[in-house]
């Protein structure tokens, strides 16, 4: 069965470093999501994307972050100067034309030091 | 905007039990879709069961089945014959059919008895 894979699982960064954050969607999707979950919080939409643009984007996402599709399969999240609150488990989603389920990767835990 | 909530932080059930799981959503839309999420630790999302809401039909997935009342803008997961890894935190999520963002509850923690 087609998943959704995320890379790194856990990602260490120092405060004011730039992180990417990568995630290959099911191949035949066109949606593409980035959620965020705080620990012990509920997970937040972030951002999303079709047709090579962002499509929606929450209040969370700033100018600190970026997506981006370089290629046919990637899908990135970017923070440019990470902050400590920047410190949560990031999921990326994705769906298809016909369909409104998202498939979910198993997310890239982020730890800001 | 949209909203969901889940006043249920904790529940627990014997296992072989039957536990239900609470959540109420608002949303402006006419036509949008309802789902609960299963976290274990590994804090993978899992999807459990999906309700479109212009189905007037529960939902039903095995063990996991849903009731969905539109009009109190209500759906709740009950889950029949607890087992150990049915322990999670439970997330219910609303997709606006627009938009398909999905609005998150806060979750609850479900813990089985043995």
Redesign the interface.
Same mark, same amino acid.
């Given at each position: 069965e087609p998943e959704v894979t995320q890379t790194p699982s856990h990602q260490v960064t120092q405060m004011g470093q730039e992180v990417i954050l990568r995630c290959v969607p099911i191949s035949n999707h066109l949606y593409f999501y980035w959620y965020r979950q705080i620990l012990g919080q509920k997970v937040e939409f972030l951002v999303s994307f079709y047709n090579n643009e962002i499509s929606e984007k929450s209040e969370i996402f700033d100018d600190q972050f970026s997506v981006e599709r370089p290629d046919g399969s990637n899908f990135t999240l970017k923070i440019r100067s990470t902050k400590l609150e920047d410190s949560a488990m990031y999921f990326c989603a994705s769906i298809n034309d016909n369909s409104y389920e998202q498939y979910f990767g198993p997310g890239t835990r982020l730890t800001v030091t | 905007a949209q909203t969901v909530t889940q006043s249920q932080p904790e529940m627990s059930v014997q296992e072989a039990e039957t536990v239900t799981l609470s959540c109420t959503y608002d949303t402006s839309e006419s036509d949008y879709?309802l789902?609960w999420?299963k976290q274990p630790p590994? @804090?993978?999302?899992i999807?459990v069961i @999906?309700q479109e809401a212009y189905k007037q039909q529960n939902a039903t997935e095995n063990r996991f089945s849903v009731n969905f009342q539109k009009a109190a803008k209500s759906f709740s997961l009950k889950i029949s014959d607890s087992q150990l890894g049915d322990a999670a935190m439970y997330?219910c +999520?609303l997709?606006g +059919?627009g938009?398909?963002?999905?609005?998150?509850?806060?979750?609850t923690k479900l813990s089985v008895i043995p």
């Open positions: - | 879709y789902f999420y590994s @804090r993978q999302m999807l @999906r997330f +999520a997709e +059919a938009s398909y963002q999905l609005t998150f509850g806060k979750g």
